[in-house]
């Protein structure tokens, strides 16, 4: 008398992976979701240090500001920060899983992929990861460009003495949003990648 065991076993089985798989999916969309307000509060906060003291000031409101904005839209359990294969704060450096992920944007960009939302979403030793890219547009080149005014690029090295995040043009890929939500229960699901 298995058959009816297996049976039930099939269904939770099933069960099992489309829950797995649902909530795969509500984790991908609860972190694509935190992105926007981030990203926007970072934006306006350089925009509005240009208007009030021009670039000097922003370079000055970034450094202060940018690591609390960070904090303060890092809401537990979730993570949120910025890295990039090329850094201007060494804090935000990227970690192996995310050196990996921002290497495997530049191929999907070389292979025709919009750098606008592209995005990776994985289980990494339990942990839900999730990265999204940031492509350089042209207001990034004042501060990330090849020409960088000679009083700003002298006020980055002096803040940041191990800056790489210079030489961008426009439509590179500058960097990801990166983000990390530890899982409310101790048993790791099963890794799944997506896309
Ligand atoms: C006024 C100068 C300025 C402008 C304009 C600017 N940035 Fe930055 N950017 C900075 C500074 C300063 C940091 C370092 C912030 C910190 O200390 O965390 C930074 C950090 C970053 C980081 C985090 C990784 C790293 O290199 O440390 C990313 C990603 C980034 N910028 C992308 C952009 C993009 C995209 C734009 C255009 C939309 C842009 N930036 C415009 C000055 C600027």
Known sequence: MKSPLNLVALGFLTFAAGTHAASFEALRAEAA?????????????????LEDGGPARAVESCQLLAPQITAEHSRAPWRVGRTALRVRNPDNAADAWERNVLEEFVLRAKAGEPLQGMH?????????RYMQAIPTGEPCLACHGTEIKPELASLIEQRYPADQARGFQPGDLRGAFSLRRLPATRTAPQPSAEP
């Not at 979701?33 to 240090?49: D, E, I, R, S």
């Not at 990776?120 to 839900?128: M, P």
Request: hydrophobic letters at 45%; proline letters at 8%.
């Open 120 to 128: 990776k979403a994985q289980w990494v030793d339990g942990e839900f």
């Open 33 to 49: 979701a935190l992105v926007p307000p981030f990203q926007q509060q970072l934006m306006q906060t350089v925009k509005q240090a």
